[in-house]
């Protein structure tokens, strides 16, 4: 089995910082990718960013430039620093792991989600 553990979220005013957190426990072997992801009411869920094994790191082009995914392989953790949020950026967060299982199984796993809310 495999968790990952969400914490950060909350309410900030526009033009805040939050730093979101997603730690991955369980049956790992090794991580693929680790990220985030987003939904905000009525809307699909869209990727927010993400972290991959050998270092490379996207971005959608929405947040590029005010948010920053960073990871701690030990931990087996990523943390997503939000700066210069505006109201758009209410959603409920997600983070998302795409790993290896020992037993040779590759599956992405969810958190429960974590709510952000911007507003003054």
């Known amino acids: 089995q495999v968790q990952l553990v969400e914490s950060g979220g909350g309410l900030v005013q526009p033009g805040g910082s939050l730093r979101l957190s997603c730690a991955a426990s369980?049956?790992?072997?090794?991580?693929?990718?680790m990220g985030w992801y987003r939904q905000a009411p009525g809307k699909q869920r869209e990727l927010v960013a993400v972290s991959f094994s050998g270092g490379r790191t996207d971005y959608a082009d929405s947040v590029k430039d005010r948010f920053t995914i960073s990871r701690d392989n030990a931990k087996n953790t990523v943390y997503l620093q939000m700066n210069s949020l505006n109201p758009e950026d209410t959603a409920v967060y997600y983070c998302?792991?795409?790993?290896?299982?020992?037993?040779?199984?590759?599956?992405?796993?969810w958190g429960q989600g974590t709510q952000v809310t911007v507003s003054s």
């Open positions: 369980g049956s790992i072997s090794s991580i693929n990718r």
């Open positions: 998302y792991a795409l790993l290896w299982q020992f037993g040779g199984r590759l599956n992405d796993h």
